[in-house]
């Protein structure tokens, strides 16, 4: 039985966002690339209405489940497996994930709805309350920001211009590794893209 995998995009995204990543592991894997509505609904529901038919599903087979996320993507996957089991999991991997929060939820938060609320960088965010991960994760951070104007709401962190890479950070994580790559575009990357594979496959990342 193939291993499955899990993709999950960004808020104020969608799942075509991550079709390059379905494309280079459809053929290995049997990848789900789960769209769900970011903008309206908090990241509980998101889980329980887009998330848990597919990971249901692969419980009852008993196969072993992978996620690949991207941005707020990775904290739907922190709440899953704080609250849910995965009888047979996998790895992580996380690109850009604002696992401490993110400074540009803290300021755009009232018009991108509930979830993005709940990532705002605060110690009392939702965000902040889900602590340590209990899962085997790797994180890739984007380490370059193509938006010098949204600088000024990093105080001098470095970023990928939505989220600060120790943001990117969180207790329990396996491994982590930082590549000069934008927030909106990292899931493009052929970079990002074998390290991602490469960690799936054997734990760590190459190089």
């Not at 990532?119 to 193509?146: D, Q």
């Not at 207790?171 to 052929?190: A, C, N, P, V, W």
């Amino acid at each position: 039985m193939k291993e499955a995998v899990i993709l999950l995009h960004g808020l104020g995204r969608t799942k075509n966002s991550m079709n390059k990543i379905e494309k280079h592991f459809k053929e290995e894997y049997d990848v789900y690339n789960i769209g769900y509505n970011s903008l309206k609904y908090p990241i509980e529901v998101l889980v329980e209405k887009y998330l848990m038919d597919t990971v249901n599903e692969l419980n009852k087979k008993e196969q072993k489940i992978n996620f690949v996320t991207h941005s707020m993507g990775g904290i739907l996957v922190r709440y899953l497996f704080k609250t849910h089991e995965i009888k047979n999991p996998g790895r992580v991997v996380m690109l850009a994930p604002p696992n401490k929060g993110s400074e540009l939820a803290n300021r755009f938060y009232k018009i991108h709805g509930p979830a993005c609320a709940q990532i705002m960088r605060s110690r009392n965010s939702f965000v902040n309350r889900l602590g340590e991960i209990n899962f085997e994760c790797g994180i890739i951070a984007g380490g370059r920001n193509y938006y010098f104007f949204l600088d000024k709401y990093f105080k001098g962190k470095r970023n990928d211009g939505i989220v600060a890479v120790d943001s990117t950070k969180v207790e329990g994580q396996k491994s982590f590794i930082e590549l000069r790559k934008g927030h909106t575009m990292i899931m493009y990357s052929d970079e990002a893209i074998k390290k991602i594979e490469h960690f799936i496959k054997n734990g760590k990342f190459l190089g």
